[in-house]
Every structure is written in structure tokens, then in C-alpha cells.
């Protein structure tokens, strides 16, 4: 993602199980172009040892205040120094109650109080330990302070016990940090987005469907949410995981996303319609599974509401944003589909371009005439539409 490229982050790994994890946050954000400087604590090194982290940062690991490589013997300036971010995963109770009184026994927390860029911390212990008072006194200072507290997460922990203390996953940290730092140009304002296929019973076994693999729609979700939106993602039937601060609604028919999606329209800025809704669906769908006869079958079909079209008809309706997926002629169906949905904007592609793809083409579509968009990955390419709609929110 762009926005951690060429981003210095220090990450700062604790004694917990958890710092496993750390490893696979500095290869996502390697990939992604950040420069990773890990401080390794004592604790932390129990775990996993400087090497795994030096082989995957491309950078020498820090572990001692003292360290005799720094020129001027002040590691704790020195490796602050130009940092955009310092990100503490994991967090023991330890370190953060240590971080909340201002301590710096050691090179993590010394750095953390030298800095001069934000730090974030993902908490990672033993429930008991998250829920003490104590620990929840240090949660508190550290949140007075400006530190963002990302997780912890619920669920099955390394002593066996279940409920909240698990490191967020490496994934969810890692669009954490990207969202960090895109601009919040959605600060305050409600996105409604439609996403995947529908699926339309035949019986209970069987249905028509899209197809559609629900990427692009999953990837405005998180970019929506990252530019600072507050995110309803109504989502059909789709194997991806709910993007970090996302609401997700699951439905299956076009009839019960067309509900799902009025039941939150409630104060909603913005609609995108990116599911590929199926336009028919059988008239009765059968109680029973069918048993074949060997006879032709013939299904009847009956419209299935446009959901696009009717919440842009809203009297009070949000900005509306449509995507138009076509085998050809694309400039003159996609056009025609904002004109007859009556809808501010559409995003066009070419079916050929797209489908199931990392990688798309595509051009947007409003008042002031065809905007084509370069090439590039979904996440991308989300990205460059939500600058596009920040814009026409602006100026609407
Ligand atoms: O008419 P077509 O299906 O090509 O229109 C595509 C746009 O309309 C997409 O934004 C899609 O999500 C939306 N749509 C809808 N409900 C339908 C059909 C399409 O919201 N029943």
C-alpha cells in the first residue's frame, strides 16, 4: 500500500508469545516499502532472536541503551531521529505500565520517551493480567497521552484460557499502520457499500448466482475506513476477511441486501454500490431439494429490486457511487447507467479487465466527463476512488 512506503517505523518487540507475530508484521511492512528498525527488549529476545528479525528488516536489531555501533552513543535519539512512527507489538502489561509512568530503564521505552512521532501500542497478555485494574490504569494514561491502543483482540490465548489479551493479528496491524497514515479525508462521514455476489435460491441446495469475488468491494470498505469513515460493509457471499474497523452485514439474496442496506442508511453520507447484485431470482424457490426427471426444467424468473437505483431515488439520498462492470463499449454503458440511476458517479471497468483479479482497469465517471484511472492492484485503485469521491464530496 503507498502510504508505507518510505516510512521509517521503529517497532518495538516485548516478551510475549505473541512476538512471533512481530516477524510477520516486519515482512508485510517491508513488502509494503517501510523501513523497519526493530528494538528488540530483553523479553522479546526469549522469543525470537535478533537474526529472524534482521534477516526480514534488512536493518540491524537495537536491543541495549548502551550499544557501542551508535555514533554518538545516543541510540535513543539517534534511531527516533526521523522515525513517522514507533509501534510497540507486541505490548506486555509490563511495558505499558511502564510507558505510562514515563519510565526509560531500558532502549524501547527510552526511545519512546525521546520521540518525536506517534506511538502506537498493541497490547498483548493473559487475560487476567489485561483485565487488572492495574493494567487498565495504564491503558487509560497512555490513551490520555495521544498513544493509539490498537486491540487487544478476543479469543483463544497461549495459556489456554479465552477472552481478551491476544495480540491483534499481524494483517489487522499492519492496515492499522497503512491507515495511520492516509489522509482522513472521510473524518465524520457514514459509508454504506454493497460487496460480492448475491445468491438466489432455487432449492436448498441449489441457486443462481454472480460471479464475483467481492475484492473491490472489501478494498473500498478498508480504504474507507482508513480515510476516517465510519463503515457498513453489506456483504454477500464471499471467503474474505472483514477489514479492520469495518461493520460487516452478511446477506445472501438481493432481497435481504436490499434490506440490510435501507436498515443502515440511517445518517449515511455516502452509498457505493460495488456488489454484483443478480437481476433475477426464481419466482418460489422449492422447500425440498428438486429430484431430476430427465425432462427439460424451466425455471420462472422475476426482477429483483435495483438497490443502486432506489437508495439514490431516497428524497434525502446519500452521495451515491456505482460500479458498472461491461464487455464492451464501456464509455457508453457505464455513462448510461449514471444517467438513468440518476447517480453522481460510476466506476467502470471491462469484465475481461477484472474478475477475481488482484489487478484491475478502470475509469470513473461523473458530471464533469471520464476520468480512466492507471492500471493497478484493487487496493490501489480504492484508493485513488476515494480520493476522487473526497473530492466531489467537497465540492457537492
Ligand atoms: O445495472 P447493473 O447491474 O450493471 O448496475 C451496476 C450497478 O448497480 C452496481 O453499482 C451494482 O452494485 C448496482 N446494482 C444494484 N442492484 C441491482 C443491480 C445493480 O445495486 N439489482
Redesign the pocket.
Known sequence: MGELKGKKIILGVTGGVAAYKAAELTRLLVKAGASVHVVLTEGGAHFVTPVTFQALSGHRVWADLWDPRMGNNMAHIDLSRDADLIVVAPATADVMARLAQGQCDDLLTTLCLARDCPLLVAPAMNRQMWEHPATQRSVAQLVGDGVTVLGPDAGEQACGEVGYGRMLEPEVLYEALAAHFQPKRLAGRKVVI?AGPTFEAIDPVRGITNSSSGKMGYALARVCAQAGAEVVLVSGPVALPTPYGVARVDVAS?QQ??AAVFANLDAADVF????????YRPADAAEHKLKKSGEAMTLSLVP????????AALPNAPFC??????SRDLDT?AEG?RRN?K?PM?VGNLVQDALGSDDNQVVIYDAAGRHPVPRGAKDALALRIVEHLGRLLVAA
Open positions: 454493497t438481493a441486501m436490499h457505493i454500490g460495488v456488489a454484483a447484485v443478480a437481476d429483483n429490486p435495483d438497490i443502486l437505483a432506489d437508495v457511487v456505482g460500479f458498472a462492470a461491461e454503458y447507467k440511476k447517480v460510476i
